[in-house]
C-alpha cells in the first residue's frame, strides 16, 4: 500500500493528524486487549 505517491491517482491519501490519530487509537485498542 502506497501512502504518499502523488502520481497515483488511487492510492491512499491520508493527513498527517488522521495517521497520527489512527496510531493512537490502534495503540488504546492493543492496550484493551492486553488488559482483557
Known sequence: MRYF???DRNAIRM???TIVAFG???GVFIQVLNIV
Open 5 to 7: 505517491d502523488a502520481e
Open 15 to 17: 493527513d498527517p493528524k
Open 24 to 26: 493512537i487509537a490502534f
